[in-house]
T-cell receptor
Framework: DQQVKQNSPSLSVQEGRISILNCDYT??????FLWYKKYPAEGPTFLIS?????DKNEDGRFTVFLNKSAKHLSLHIVPSQPGDSAVYFC????????????FGKGTKLSVIP | DSGVTQTPKHLITATGQRVTLRCSPR?????VYWYQQSLDQGLQFLIQ???????AKGNILERFSAQQFPDLHSELNLSSLELGDSALYFC??????????????FGPGTRLTVL
């Protein structure tokens, strides 16, 4: 049973345009969410996070939106750059003492120059 | 470079064998986490250690075990290997335990192939 779902295995976007990566979760106990980026032959790298008390968090070109009622979050990258081409993983955890991250299967983003 | 090192990078072995994967956390980090990524799957949490003690257990098989040593490096032992154990194994580290907002930094992974 997948508790964190990324339904789009891949996404192609033109350089300079917006990339929107989506993530859905089923476990209502999740209240902390993260995005990780992964390049080939490297481990995942933390990108941005959001707790359930907020509905938006920005860091430069990256913004994460959280819709708790829909159990949905999205990562917006504006403007997209070729160096953003990577696999993006959505992850979730419970703030109340659980240490494990539950990951989605990832979305491969290709930014076309 | 995350500062987390994992050895070996690649490991090829046969079914029924036993292997040991090694992880050195970032300097100063006390928590170590192990994750498994099988083909087309997300990362699955296996186990967490904090300062030498087991803190959390996920979907770790009984054939798998781990430990964290006094110098804080960790080893993941996989025994009676099966074809389905072929995967990428990632180690991550963080400074604290019990603080879920503490960022986990991942190593480059060990690719295990069981033939």
């Amino acid at each position: 049973d997948q508790q964190v779902k990324q339904n789009s295995p891949s996404l192609s976007v033109q350089e300079g345009r917006i990339s929107i990566l989506n993530c859905d979760y089923t476990n209502s106990m999740f209240d902390y969410f993260l995005w990780y980026k992964k390049y080939p032959a490297e481990g995942p790298t933390f990108l941005i996070s959001i707790s359930s008390i907020k509905d938006k968090n920005e860091d430069g070109r990256f913004t994460v939106f959280l819709n708790k009622s829909a159990k949905h979050l999205s990562l917006h990258i504006v403007p997209s750059q070729p160096g953003d081409s990577a696999v993006y993983f959505c992850a979730a955890s419970e703030l109340a003492g659980s240490y494990q991250l539950t990951f989605g299967k990832g979305t491969k983003l290709s930014v076309i120059p | 470079d995350s500062g987390v090192t994992q050895t070996p990078k690649h490991l090829i072995t046969a079914t029924g064998q036993r292997v040991t994967l090694r992880c050195s956390p970032r300097s100063g980090d006390l928590s170590v986490y192990w994750y498994q990524q099988s083909l087309d799957q997300g990362l699955q949490f296996l186990i967490q250690y904090y300062n030498g003690e087991e803190r959390a257990k996920g979907n770790i098989l009984e054939r798998f075990s781990a430990q964290q040593f006094p110098d804080l490096h960790s080893e993941l032992n996989l025994s009676s290997l099966e074809l389905g154990d072929s995967a990428l194994y990632f180690c991550a580290s963080s400074a604290l335990a019990g603080v879920t907002t503490d960022t986990q930094y991942f190593g480059p992974g060990t690719r295990l192939t069981v033939l």
